[in-house]
Structure formats: C-alpha cells, structure tokens
C-alpha cells in the first residue's frame, strides 16, 4: 500500500515515555490498553510524523459517527479481522449500511471507522475503531440491537468473524 493511500494510522507502543512522544509527535489523543498498562495507542492521520511505526494504517471503508468530534472519546474499542478475500465487501456494506448506524444511535456512540489495511503484528486486513464518550455506550440498548440483526447473526457463524481480536483503550 503506497503512503498516498493511507487515510488512517493506528500506532501503538510500549512504555510510557513513548507514549508521551508519540502524542507529541502525531498532536493525538493517547489510549492506555485496559488489559495492559504497557500499551499506549492513538489514531492519527498519516501525515502525522509518528516515529515509531504504525500497529496498522489502511483506507477508511466506513466512516459513521454521530456528529461529536470523536477526539472527545473517553475510550477506544479496536476489532482487528483477518477476512478473507472475496467477503470484505459484503462486511464493509453490512457494517455501514446497517450495524454502525445502529450503534451512533446511541448519544455515547461517537464513531465507528472501519480501515482496509495492512497489520505489523498479525495477518489481520480490516481494523475496526469505535469511539466513544465513555463506557455507557458498551451496555447500551443501541449495542443490542446492534447485536441482534439477522445479518450480525450470518456474521457470527463465521470463524473469522468470531476471531477477531479485540481490545479495549481508556483515554489516558
């Protein structure tokens, strides 16, 4: 993927003085890893100048949000999916036409970004960020609904689906 082609970079590191400097670098909002206080995350834009090299960077495919700037987000919800060739654009129409306008119903839902992309760390090719204003949203009636459509359930049986691997940030 050439450098032109990047809309979006998901950077993380692991310490705390990198993380200082990466926000400083990338003027971004850092997330700490609820499951590991050694993981330190933001999303920013490719021109951003990280110094360190990107966890994932990729073109956005679905871009939702609810009309609050998601840099206000308490927290971060990243899903990296491995999917396989021939089933991305079925997933990408899904989540934007049906699942990501279910969830910004929610006032505490601010964004859910879907990126094409490559991972440094695993074979993943979709990395999903849902944005928001704090942990409200995750027991919400818009998340279960979300949850509960015909097509999520189609999704669900499939084993890449259920693989993905998920990982929750606190704004730090």
Known sequence: MSPRDIDLVFTTVRNLS???ELAAATSS???????DAQTWACVHPPSSGSP???AF????AVDVSNDVDPSSASMLVTLHYTIPEGRAAD??????????????EEPAWLSVR?????????????????ELADASALSS?????????PDRARFAELDWFRGARTRQYARA
Not at 91 to 104: C, P, R, T
Not at 141 to 149: G, K, S
């Open 18 to 20: 990198e993380a200082h």
């Open 29 to 35: 909002v850092l997330y700490q890893a609820a499951d």
């Open 52 to 54: 360190f090299p990107p």
């Open 57 to 60: 960077t990729g073109q956005l």
């Open 91 to 104: 997933f990408e129409a899904w989540f934007s036409d049906e699942h990501a306008q279910i969830l910004v």
């Open 114 to 130: 879907v990126v094409r992309g490559e991972s440094r760390d695993d074979h993943s090719t979709h990395l999903v960020v849902h």
């Open 141 to 149: 009636a818009a998340l279960h609904r979300a949850r509960e459509t």
